[in-house]
């Protein structure tokens, strides 16, 4: 297969016309989510449910009790107040990577729609999701992702017809890691929005404030990072005694510096001019500021989508649905097995 010959630009995919919506099916972790995009790829709203352990990380069997539970209730109310029925061309999902129970709530939500409604099933990789859906909105063509989410940290690029990944976390991903941390001071999940809320207040308090005696492990090693260490000799700051805002404003300062540090040597091997951030944690403020700040400095373009397109939701997954429809063969049903280790590699770019 020729991916790159004459590759359709991003405009040419929004200018055709699928002839109705896509739904997509989000439940790779603590997320269950039904999103849509019409014929055009322009996302409608999202409806999930999130799963909140109040103890301990995300159980995978809970997690999946938790998305069967829900699963009729957010699609009988998508179709309530968001889709008309008749109207659903196709019904995509993630297949991939994830956690193998929640994954297979999804999947067989969206096998037994699509064979109830005779219409196209189309299995996609998660991660790739939230790169098309970044660019479809933001209108990027061709960026280094910083995929910054719970489970993930990557940094991806397009090389040869593939997004590559050129560089991620080693041991846990920078979400979990806040969230790691936010627990241990009896935050709920997610930590990540009470962290950055509490960095702020530091600096608000203290405009002058300094990392002296705050400082954390910086764990890059070459394009890869790591995130346990951080989280440990964090955890030891706030034991010592240390104020939590000011822990929390030097966690953000170190781990989001050595996401930003990896993102810019991705551009500059890969010699890309854009950046699209992804993931829940892009939702954070300071490190879309950081992400702005260096790709200035590196006359280059910083793009984020809103926040509700960051997160992982339903829509991410039918933008990317819609364009494999359009580029590709929809999944045939005995090829709709979930895949909880695909790689962002594996999928092949048939659209651009
Ligand atoms: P995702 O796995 O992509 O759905 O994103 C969920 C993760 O994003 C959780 O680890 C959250 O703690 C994190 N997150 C959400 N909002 C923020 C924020 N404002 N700052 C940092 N992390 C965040
Ligand atoms: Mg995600």
Known sequence: MVLEASPPSCDANRSRDVGGIVLGIESTAHTFSIGWVDGLGVPGKSI????????????????????????????????????????????????????????????????????????????????????????????????????????????IARLDGRYRVLGETLDIGIGNMLDKFAREQGIPFPGGPKIEQLANQWLEDNPEASLEGLELPYAVQGMDLAFSGILNAALNLVEKGKPLEAVCWSLQEHAFAACVEVAERAMAHAGKSELLLGGGVACNERLRGMCDTMSKDRYSTSHVPIKPLCVDNGSMIATLGRLQLLWGEPTQLNDSGVRQDLRTDETPILWN
Not at 137 to 150: E, I, K, M, N, T
């Open 48 to 155: 999930s449910a999130f799963v909140r352990p109040v103890k301990g990380g995300i159980h995978p069997r809970e997690a999946a009790d938790h998305h069967a539970e829900r699963a009729g209730g957010i699609l009988a109310q998508l179709l309530d107040e968001e889709v008309d029925i008749n109207q659903v061309k196709a019904i995509a999902f993630s297949q991939g990577p994830g956690l193998g129970p929640c994954l297979r709530i999804g999947a067989s939500v969206a096998r037994s729609l699509a064979t109830k409604l005779d219409v196209p099933l189309v299995g996609v990789n998660h991660c790739v999701a939230h790169i098309e859906v970044g660019r479809e909105r933001c209108g990027c063509d061709d960026p280094v992702l910083l995929y910054a989410s719970g489970g993930n940290t990557q940094v």
